[in-house]
Structures are given as structure tokens and as C-alpha cells.
């Protein structure tokens, strides 16, 4: 069978599974809704929120983006896992001791005060629109790519299957589908990454491989470091960022991936504290699995990329090279007509153009793998994107029904809260579908928006109103705004500076970087004088009512959890 | 110990743990993997220079270790202390 049929039957099988689990868990309530009973396994809720947690961007872009940073990718590797060892230690057991259903309800309550209620409504809304646009995208790319449709047209599907189950099962619907959703993409991405694996360095396990050898005996590594250097790249093991940003940056994304409330939400739908805790341990061990593999993908695909291109004579390259030139993912332009392809890093002179989405795109392809392959690494991106689509989703609806519906109006009745939270996650389908097929041209900067709102709000302000029995809501709320608006304006200047206010260029290079620290880095900036300015505010200002302080001392120990209860 | 004092003993007891895991936490990831790379990437382990192999290995592991390591040791205090659930 050809690629094109395995890929509709492998996708058509996995949509199927989806739409199965989501019939038979549908939601009854909304505690079923917003936090799926509170009943489910440490062991599925770390599945689920490595689904959650790994997005298109994860599965698709992120080797290939390590491909070409080299030593510099890491800061997406140590940040986005070391960021659930804070998740794990000082957030998630007593968010759900708390026992509330979202993290607006806990800056809230805690803050005795629903303006910081609503700033949190606000990031919280922010922070899952940005993201959820990105996903909505990655399905259609995925679609157009493999099932030759139209990119809208895959965004349309996309946003039916999405509907479907996360305006009916709510957050019950949403975990079982990203069990299976876990499944499908951790597959897709081992099988290509075991074969290329073992075809380049005799070993199975791909982490290991890494560190392996090649044909000639000598280390993968070293060869890389040897042929990069060579075309007048840096070496693959060493990096050209300067150190403060490397820091920078990864404190920004831990303490970002601690502060999504997408992520946060997960841990409050197990039945107890502890389970709160494993499941965090749970949700990193599957995460690693994929971590620690794609930069093995990342190193296995600049290689054999170099190997079989570089050098190499136009019009007599390997097939997979000229079947992806058709997607435009690899260009090839022989500026100096010797009918060789040169890749050298001065881009006067290079000549091959490669899209870092192609280091796993066509993994299977490179490794000769067989047709069903291909079809799989297809259903697995669509998993890793819906998966993410869905629990941002939530978060969008919850906020809406939860936090300011129901907040500022506590008489309506679960029966119509629920059908305020399935409208506004259907809306809130429209509106990310809508952006899936007019994307905003700032798509990809807008990441860095969200980690840097999550790491100088919500980051600090759940970490001070956990450990500081002092702090207070006049603290909280000028620290929250000391952290956003310097963010914000941080990265607004850096990134939009010539577009929104006529700057030149030159004033923006990385020259002018506060201590060099680059807008994807600034979020940790951010916290440091959130978490300053909170203390030095509520020093000077009354310390909290006797009932808040007796709420953190209840938070702390774990006995007496429950499931988590409404008002 | 009257209950109030147990419980502040409790807290002092884990924010102890917390600072010595995430001591560790810190050593792997800003340490190894950032601060001291360029000293670390001089050990050649295997195909592996040491300092790399923490910025993209290593340090995930040692997370993953840290975190049920953490499990391990407050659920022996909250049973200790008699607040387990």
C-alpha cells in the first residue's frame, strides 16, 4: 500500500479511538467537566499531561530546532522538563490540597480579592489563546502535508474532532483521549528514532546512540563537531548564545512550564495530595521519553542531512530529498552552477535551505522505513496537536464559566454552568480555528509571551501565596503587575519595536539586551521583580485576615484533601 | 509537642527537604549543564563530552530521579508526622 493510504487508515483509526473514548466518557457534571470527578489514576494523569504538555511544536519542531542550535537547543530540553521538578515540589501537592477546580480560583481565594481574581482570568485566557492558535495550525500543516487537502480544510477537521470531545467529555473526555493520544505520539516518534538509530550507530536506544559511533569508528559527536566546523559552523556540542541568556532562558521556560494553568490543571483531577506529587513524577517520566530522544533525532538527522546532500552532485540526490523539495522543506539553489550542492554557513555562498520540521517529518523516509511509518508519525503529530488544542481549550472554557460567570453570579445551577463552560469551549473552538487559518503573522514570537506572562504572574504569585503566610493581596497585585507589565513591555519592544513604534533595527539588536538577556529569556527577569516587589509591598501594608492565614496552613499539610470541593 | 508546634515542625522538616532537592536541581541543570559546561566538556565519556551530555541528557534524569525521590521521602514524613491522607 502507498504512504497516502496508510496515513488516512492510521489516522482514521486513531480519530476513531478519540471519538470512542470520548462518547463513553462524557461529562455529567461540572466537577465531571472541569476536573473529571476528581478520580483519576497518578499513573493516566502523567500520561495525560505529557500529552497535554507536548504540542506540535514538541513533537514536530523541536529536534530539528536542536538540529541547528546544536549546544544551544538545550535550554528547550533542561527548561521544559526542569520545570515540572518545581511543578512537582512547589505547586502541585498543594494546589491540590487547596482542592478548588482552576488557578484563577486559587489566586482568587487566596488573595481575598476578585481583582486579582480577573487578572488572572486574563492571563490565564492570554496565555491559552496564544498557544491553543499555534496548535490549530499544526494540525492543518499536518493534514496538508500527508493527506494532500487544503491547510484550511485540515484546520475545519481538526476543530470537529476537537469539538466534539472537549465540548462533550469537558476535562473527563479530555484525559482519556490524551491517554490514548500519548500512546499514538510516543510510538510515532520512538519507531523512526529506534531505526535511524540503529542504522548509524549499531545501537537500539537512541539516547545511547548519541553518545555512539559511526561507520568509521569514530563518535558521532565528534565527526558532527569535525563536519560543521569544516563548512564554517560552530561546533555542534558548543554554542554561540552568551551564558547569562542560556540561564536566562531556561530559568524562564521552567518557571514558564510551572506556571501554565493547562498543565497546573492536571493535578487537581487525582483523588489525593500524594497522588499529586507521583503524578507529577509520572508526567516527567513520559515526557523524558520523548526529551531525551529528540536530541539523539536532532543529531542523527543534521548528520545524515549533511551526509547525503553536502557535497553531493543536483541532479543526483538521495529520493527522500527530492521528494520533500516538492513541500518546499528543502530548497536547493545552485548559485554557482557547478551542479554541487554546497552548505557552508556563509549564506552568500550555501545553496540548501532545509526547514527544521523535516528532522522528523521525514525520518522515516531517510531510514528507509516502510510505508505505515510515514502514516504513523502523521497520526502521531496530530495527536501531540490536538491533545495540547484540547487542553488549552478547557482552560478557556473553565475560565470563562468558572471564574467570572459563575464567580460574579454564585446563584445559577450546575446544569446551566455546564452549558455556559460546553458554549464557551465551543466558541472558543471557533475563535482558535479561526486563527489556525489566518494566523497571525506573530505566531511564533507570541511563544515567548506565554512562558514570560506564566513565569512573572502566575509563577510567583501561587509560589508566595503557598510559602509566605504574610504575603498579601496588595503584594500579590503589584508584584503580578510589576512582573507583567515589564515583560510585556520587554518583549513588545524587543520584538515588535520597528513594526509599533518606527525603531531602527540597529537599536534592537542584542547589543541592547538588558544584561544580554534576550525577550525568550526576560520572563525570569520578570519573576525576580515580581517576587521583590511583592515583598517589599506587603512589608508595608496589613498582613492578611487570620482566615487566609489558617487557609495556607491548611494547604500545607496533606491529610484532609478529599476530592475537590465547590464553594 | 502541642499540634500546632508538630505541624510547624512538619514544615520545617520539608521546606528542608525541598531547598536540598532543588540544591540538586539547580547543580545539574544551571550547573553542570550551563555554568561549568566549557570545564566539563574537557571529560570525554564515551562519544559523550560531560558537560553536553548534562545540558541534554543527564540533567532530565537526574529531574525524573529527583521527583520520586521527593515522593519517597514526604510520604515517610507524613506518615511521621501522622498528616498522610
Known sequence: MDILTWTYILVGISFALYIGIAIWSRAASTKEFYIAGGGVSPLANGMATGADWMSAASFISMAGLIAFAGYDGSVYLMGWTGGYVLLALLLAPYLRKFGKFTVPDFVGDRYYSNKARVVAVICALFISFTYVAGQMRGVGIVFSRYLEVDINTGVIIGMCIVFFYAVLGGMKGITYTQVAQYCVLIFAFMVPAIFVSMQLTDNPFPQLGLGGTVEDGTYLLDKLDGVLTELGFTAYTSGQKPMMDLFAITLALMVGTAGLPHVIVRFFTVPRVKDARLSAGYALVFIAILYTTAPAVAAFGIYNAIDSVAEKPVNNLPEWVENWQQTSLIQIDDKNQDGIVQYVADPVVNELTIDKDIMVLANPEIAELPNWVVGLVAAGGMAAALSTAAGLLLVISTSVSRDLVKNFNPGISDKKELLIARTAAAVAVIIAGYFGVHPPGFVAQVVAFAFGLAAASFFPVIIMGIFSKRMNKEGAIAGMLTGLVFTLGYIIYFKFGTDLFGLPAEALSSDHWLFGISPEGIGSVGMLMNFIVSFVVAMATPAPPAAVQEMVEDIRIPRGAGVAQEH | ?85
Open chain 2, 1 to 85: 509537642m502541642s499540634h500546632q508546634e508538630k505541624m510547624k515542625a512538619y514544615w520545617r522538616k520539608n521546606i528542608k527537604i525541598l531547598l536540598s532537592l532543588l540544591a540538586v536541581w539547580f547543580t545539574v541543570s544551571f550547573g553542570c549543564g550551563i555554568i561549568l559546561v566549557d570545564q566539563l566538556n574537557q571529560i570525554q565519556i564515551g562519544g559523550f563530552k560531560l558537560g553536553f551530555w548534562f545540558a541534554q541528557q543527564g540533567s532530565i534524569y537526574v529531574f525524573v530521579i529527583l521527583i520520586f525521590v521527593y515522593v519517597w521521602l514526604l510520604n515517610k514524613l507524613d506518615k511521621k508526622f501522622d498528616v498522610h491522607e
